[in-house]
């Protein structure tokens, strides 16, 4: 296994436009997360999965963000409508489950967003 | 005020000094887990090393050694004789598992950024 894997690396769109991102996590993974990182701040928390279900979702994530783990495999992040708030990198973990709160993250290199 | 501050947002050394990354939390819970993760520039953070509240041994691996204390709620990350492959964004987490925010979500401070010159 190669590690957590994300697609595109570089995105570049106008504003008002979707985008999507795709991760791979860890194959024996059971656990998959999404975090924003925007630039000089550490990442933030926006959701995460066990398997195929969403089990939290912060506040960060606006009814314009949706993340999807449809077969508990990979997942997809879409964006719809982008403002140029949205411009940031958004990582992608995989971890699996150590005990509530305890899980090592793996992160993959993240998938740099820029609104123009 | 933020739960996990990292105060130094820059810290430049010469080639083998020893360097210490501050790290200071805030919970009122009385279990949680502090993490610190390396993020060199090619953007992939890499976990170094997790603690439980429960757990307050320092722990030495190579050149890396951590000294957590609750009496000054700190977890601060010393690397001996500094190398420039040394040279990233060191960020502290925090996990709060039983708190309403969130199992499994991380809260990280802002970073350290460590530059080792040659």
């Known amino acids: 296994d190669t590690g957590v894997s994300q697609n595109p690396r570089h995105k570049i769109t106008k504003r008002g436009q979707n985008v999507t991102f795709r991760c791979d996590p860890i194959s024996e993974h059971n656990r998959l997360y999404w975090y924003r990182q925007t630039l000089g701040q550490g990442p933030e928390f926006l959701t995460y999965f066990q398997n195929e279900a969403q089990l939290e979702k912060s506040r960060l994530l606006s009814d314009r963000f949706s993340a999807e783990r449809p077969k508990g495999s990979f997942s997809t992040l879409e964006i719809q409508r982008t403002e140029q708030g949205d411009s940031a990198m958004y990582l992608c973990?995989?971890?699996?489950?150590?005990?509530?709160?305890?899980?090592?993250?793996?992160f993959g290199a993240g998938s740099r967003l820029t609104v123009l | 005020a933020q739960k996990v501050t990292q105060a130094q947002t820059e810290i430049s050394v010469v080639e083998k000094e020893d360097v210490t990354l501050d790290c200071v939390y805030e919970?009122?819970?009385?279990?949680?887990?502090l993490f610190w993760y390396k993020q060199p520039p090619s953007g992939e953070l890499v976990f170094l090393i997790r603690?439980?509240?429960?757990?307050?041994q320092n722990e030495i691996s190579g050149r890396y050694s951590w000294n957590f204390q609750k009496s000054t709620s700190s977890f601060n990350f010393t690397i001996t004789a500094s190398q420039v492959v040394d040279s990233a964004v060191y960020f502290c987490?925090?996990?709060?598992?039983?708190?309403?925010?969130?199992?499994?979500?991380?809260?990280f401070g802002k970073g350290t950024h460590l530059i080792i010159q040659p």
């Open positions: 919970t009122r819970d009385t279990t949680y887990y």
């Open positions: 987490a925090l996990s709060e598992p039983y708190s309403g925010g969130g199992a499994d979500g991380l809260t």
């Open positions: 973990a995989s971890s699996s489950y150590e005990g509530r709160g305890a899980n090592v993250l793996t």
């Open positions: 603690r439980n509240s429960f757990d307050e």
